[in-house]
């Protein structure tokens, strides 16, 4: 597995009892000090666990194996009973797993995060209460089935101390960096000295409604997760058998953005939910400028940063200029903005399934007073491209007619 594994201690017990009608017990105790392990999955540093403690209690049959609540999981400080049960049924999997941790210290989990593997949060100090409840429960046989439920409370939480980060950096102007395939390409100051900067008030109300329509219409509602998004994401990935979809927040782009490495791992999702989690619980960050910061560190096309460069990229406007239309095309392509050509016919139209996406979008800004009944009902994907875009399609092509905006 090509990872380094190092430890001053390691125990571990087992006992085995035959309980009748086929079925067996096995219980036992696994400790270990001073762990280090370096591993690319795991983290791009060097992970270290100054003690971890497992006491475990299963139940084991033919078909299903039990984790029983019992059982206690100590890392650190942090102390808590898991359960999981993993049943085979007629070549279907259920499984179900669940955590309820009552209130306890918040220092017991922010002091026990391993070093190496949340650097953003190494060093942070906290006073307070915390709870956490977590289920997981899916039946294979049937997914809509799924139940997914993740909640950590707070009680007279407070951040004494941010760590390696100031998390509440997004406030005011700061230095974002884009990367591509993990390496950085474009570094600018999200605020006022940047030349590009367009404050929230100076962009058009349709591209600030399309947009948040399209990527997370609950975003100045929410705590910056939305389990059922989340649920229905996972769904949908395990129905078609590949990560699909990604039920990501707003909050959730712009801390995995703004925050985070580039490198997918999987102590890079949990680092990223816990900085949603501060940010949001403690409003480090108000909504409207978390959502200014978004617009203006967006990627809308190859080498195209914020909605300054992607309005005069697509049609040589100013981001407070654009129509309901090319609102509803920018917004289109935030998902695949490497990937928008994709969007166009070879005579430069946009193509047919495009219709679908604008008539909801449409109808999402004629709920919200934006534009009229008639206007949403006679919504077309037709738009005119101007900028330097117009160049990039003709590139594949000797000449592009456009189709003019009514």
């Given amino acids: 597995f090509e990872a380094e594994v190092m430890f001053d201690s390691l125990s571990y017990s087992l006992t085995k009892t035959n309980i009748g009608s086929g079925q067996i017990a096995l219980s036992g105790v696994a400790a270990i000090t001073g762990l280090q392990v370096l591993h690319h999955a795991l983290s791009p540093d060097r992970i270290n666990l100054d003690r971890g403690k497992f006491s475990y209690h299963i139940h084991m049959g033919s078909n299903f194996a039990e984790l029983d609540s019992s059982s206690h999981v100590q890392f650190n400080k942090l102390e808590f009973h898991p359960y999981l049960y993993i049943e085979k049924k007629h070549d279907k999997w259920h499984i179900k797993s669940s955590i309820n941790k009552p209130w ?10 391993p070093k190496g593997l949340f650097s953003n949060l190494e060093g942070i100090q906290t006073k307070g209460m915390l709870s956490y409840h977590f289920l997981f429960d899916l039946d294979f046989s049937q997914l809509d089935s799924l139940k997914l439920e993740s909640e950590l409370n707070h009680k007279d939480f ?54 948040l329509q399209s990527e997370d219409g609950a975003f100045f509602y929410h705590k910056g997760f939305l389990p059922d998004a989340l649920r229905e994401a996972l769904i949908y990935d395990l129905k078609v058998k590949r990560f699909a979809r990604g039920g990501s927040t707003i909050t959730m782009q712009l801390v995995k953005n703004v925050f985070l490495n580039r490198k997918k ?5 949990l680092e990223e939910a816990l900085i949603v989690w501060l940010i949001e619980t403690k409003c480090l960050t108000s909504k409207q400028r978390m959502y200014e910061v978004y617009l203006n ?15 005069d990229y697509y049609f040589s406007k100013r981001p407070s200029e654009l129509t309901t239309e090319e609102s509803i095309f920018l917004a289109s392509i935030i998902p695949k ?43 077309k994907p037709e738009i005119t491209i101007r900028g330097g875009a117009l160049n990039d399609l003709r590139s594949k092509r000797d000449s592009i007619p456009t189709v003019p905006t009514e």
């Fill in 158 to 211: 407070h951040i004494i101390k941010y760590g390696a980060t100031n998390l509440a950096k997004m406030s005011e102007e700061f230095s974002y960096t884009a990367y591509e395939k993990e390496q950085p390409v474009k570094t600018f100051n999200v605020g006022p000295s940047y030349e590009h900067f367009t404050p929230l008030d100076s962009i058009s109300p349709l591209l600030q409604m399309s947009v």
């Fill in 337 to 379: 903005p490497k990937h928008y050509k994709s969007s166009f016919t070879t005579e430069g139209q946009l193509k047919d399934y495009m219709k679908g996406y604008y008539h909801l979008i449409a109808n999402r800004l004629k709920i919200k007073g934006l534009i009229s009944e008639l206007d949403a009902d006679s919504i």
């Fill in 297 to 311: 560190i967006a990627e809308w096309g190859p080498m195209v940063y914020g909605i300054y460069e992607a309005a």
């Fill in 104 to 113: 306890f210290p918040a220092n017991e989990l922010f002091g026990s995060l």
């Fill in 265 to 269: 791992n999987i102590a890079r999702k």
